[in-house]
């Protein structure tokens, strides 16, 4: 049967496109919810963590990351979204899952675990998954690699700050 490998498996972009697209979406934006709900769980005392810590004459006011944070969120699982629509590459969803890991993990490190250095590495480490996740995306989907600049941009942002902060303290 054309379209049909060896052994009648279907070719990955057959399997991709009988998926309901919105069901995916709604996935995606699951597993992202799943990170911004350990993160905000993990800054409960943020604001008290913050409001301690010597900042840098540039650290915004703490009332600016939760809504930061959402439309970034919404960002990242719509770009996800747009890479499975084009039958992503392993490698490129490998990195992906990385950074999710890398951010879900920063929260907790900072501001419960009070270990502004391990946070530091961390973000640095995120850093440079999202650099590797857009390259990555743009290959098969300009529109998914561009979705990640805005939160690349963002964490180059509080990278600096952790940098800061780490120095300061």
Known sequence: MAGRRPGGEQPVTDRVSQRNPWLVLACFLGVVAVVAVV????AASAKDVYARLELPLWAPPSSLFGPVWT??????????WLYWRTDGETRGFAAYGIGLLANLLWTPLFFEGGAAQAALVDILVLDVVVVVTIVLFARRSKA????????LAWILYATALNTAIVTLN
Not at 39 to 42: D, H, Q, R
């Open 144 to 151: 998914a690699a561009a979705l990640l600049v805005p939160y």
């Open 39 to 42: 993160g905000a769980l993990a």
């Open 71 to 80: 439309v970034l969120y919404v960002l990242i699982a719509v770009s996800g």
